[in-house]
């Protein structure tokens, strides 16, 4: 199954954020929002993993909870990647605090361990709001970093825990379920 690490927002929060991000989706773009109960900050993407494996990155995830503290997430800032003119991904920025990016070291050298290769690209928190189709050239998206630009957000989250998802691909989108959520309780 199609699995990946992410730490998911409070309800509220997630409202807050597709609110302040309406003016956005606004725009006549080929981009496909998400819905607000899908946000999410993904930690690690793992792909198509066997059953069996399953349950040893469950674990994986289990024991880095452990030994993380309940944190908040800083939220702010519009942006795309790879760039606003031609734009892939557009995204809310996640401030790459230290617990923050412990938590996604700790992450990554747990499931080094169980043979999942350690991303080498840099981490870039972020949470997905949209994706976007710019094949149909940069044109399309003229204006679009001054929408951005104007838009004023900056949001809190407290995470209390680190949750191992499922993604069913699907024709009108990706849906996630929480496989197993682990607390957060710290050592
Ligand atoms: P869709 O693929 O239908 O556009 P999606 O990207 O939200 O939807 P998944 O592809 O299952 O759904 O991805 C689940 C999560 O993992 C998302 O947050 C996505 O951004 C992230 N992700 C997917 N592929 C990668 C990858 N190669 N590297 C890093 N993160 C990824
Ligand atoms: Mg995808």
């Not at 040893?56 to 790879?82: K, M, N, W, Y």
Request: aromatic share 8%; glycine share 8%.
């Amino acid at each position: 199954m199609r699995i990946f690490v992410a730490l998911n927002l409070p309800k509220k929060e997630r409202t807050r954020i597709h609110r302040a991000s309406a003016r956005l989706r606004e725009e006549v773009l080929p981009v496909r929002w998400i819905d607000p109960e899908n946000y999410h900050v993904t930690l690690k993407f793992l792909g198509d993993v066997r059953q069996e494996h399953v349950l040893e990155v469950q674990e994986i995830v289990r024991r880095v909870a452990e030994s993380t503290l309940p944190f908040d997430l800083t939220l702010g800032g519009f942006g795309a990647f790879p760039t606003v003119r031609r734009p892939r991904v557009v995204w809310l920025g996640v401030d790459a605090s230290a617990e923050l990016r412990c938590l996604k070291q700790d992450l990554e050298w747990g499931l080094a361990d169980v043979g999942f290769e350690p991303e080498t690209r840099a981490f870039h928190p972020h949470l997905t709001l949209g994706r976007a189709d710019s094949r149909g050239g940069a044109g399309q998206f003229r204006g679009f970093d001054d929408v951005m630009a104007e838009l004023d957000f900056s949001g809190r989250a407290a995470i209390h825990t680190l949750d191992l998802m499922r993604s069913h691909l699907s024709r009108e989108g990706s849906r996630y379920s929480v496989l197993a959520s682990a607390r957060l309780t710290g050592r």
